[in-house]
């Protein structure tokens, strides 16, 4: 009997042993493991958008919410003050939950609206447009476009002529619409404005009242002018363009067959120079 309350004892005190082990070795790794999950320094807050905010916009305090930014700093450009956002215009979209920039924003008092992302030295100008003239609607605020003049060419022979005025050109708004459409759909619009230098705003404003304006829709990747006749209603069957002088052939031939011949001698110490007609060439 009293080996067996040996035995009991003994699983006891082994039991305990063992229980104040495990505590003690899972407080000491709960004290390694504090450092690494005490919350990182906090730098401060930062604004962030609360929903898509169009360009041109202006934004309200529905449109903002701010949230801690962990770090030693806030990095450069980034807000942390509602009121410093709240009021301004939007020069570039703003997605959901993307901090605002000051680079996205007009100048305090600036307002919004189209005035906003013009750039200094620049003008907007409008053209009246339909759906066909401004490829069916898809000039979109960020598009890239060629303008194209049609009209009636000056002198002889006087031909309906298009050819490209204007390369490369962005447009800011379509219609009364400053905002792209989040769906890719095309808009149906009656005015285009685009953004151009004033020497291009005299070109475009004088070509709108001589001929039919159309535009055009170009890659927003490719930047390249390139140089063009124009097209003729003379060569729209041929696929040839209207000679503008003579041939290259002609002119080669004319350069290539003297009209005479030289012929120098010498005789008896004199000198002698006979010239010979040349037959004439086709």
């Known amino acids: 009997m009293a080996a067996r309350s040996r035995t009991w004892l003994l699983l006891a005190l082994a039991l305990a042993s063992g229980g104040l082990a495990a505590y003690l070795a899972l407080r000491y790794l709960r004290e390694q493991a504090r450092p690494l999950l005490n919350q990182q320094p906090v730098a401060g807050q930062a604004v962030l958008a609360s929903r898509d905010i169009p360009l041109g916009a202006v934004v309200t305090d529905r449109d903002v919410r701010t949230v801690a930014w962990p770090g030693d700093a806030l990095p450069p450009?980034?807000?942390?003050?509602?009121?410093?956002?709240?009021?301004?215009?939007?020069?570039?979209?703003?997605?959901?939950?993307?901090?605002?920039?000051?680079?996205?924003?007009a100048p305090k008092g600036a307002g919004g609206g189209l005035s906003t992302i013009i750039e200094d030295g620049m003008r907007a100008l409008s053209v009246r447009v339909d759906e066909v003239i401004a490829v069916a609607g898809f000039v979109i605020p960020g598009s890239r476009v060629d303008v194209l003049l049609s009209m009636d060419e000056e002198g002889p022979p006087r031909e309906p002529t298009t050819r490209a005025i204007l390369q490369n050109i962005e447009a800011l708004a379509s219609g009364q619409i400053i905002q792209r459409d989040p769906e890719g759909k095309p808009i149906p619009v009656s005015v285009v404005t685009v953004l151009v230098t004033p020497?291009?705003?005299?070109t475009l404003a004088l070509a709108s009242q001589q001929g039919r304006i159309q535009m055009?829709?170009?890659?927003?990747?490719?930047?390249?002018?390139?140089?063009?006749?124009?097209?003729?209603?003379?060569?729209?069957?041929?696929?040839?363009?209207?000679?503008?002088?003579?041939?290259?052939r002609a002119i080669v031939r004319a350069q290539q067959a003297p009209r005479q011949t030289i012929v120098e001698g010498f005789e008896g110490g004199q000198k002698s120079i006979r010239t010979f007609a040349n037959p004439s060439t086709p």
């Open 77 to 105: 450009g980034f807000i942390g003050k509602p009121e410093d956002v709240i009021g301004r215009g939007v020069i570039t979209p703003v997605r959901v939950n993307e901090p605002f920039l000051e680079s996205k924003l």
């Open 199 to 202: 020497a291009q705003a005299e």
């Open 216 to 248: 055009t829709l170009r890659s927003a990747l490719d930047t390249t002018e390139i140089t063009t006749t124009g097209a003729r209603k003379s060569t729209l069957m041929t696929g040839e363009k209207r000679p503008v002088g003579p041939s290259r």
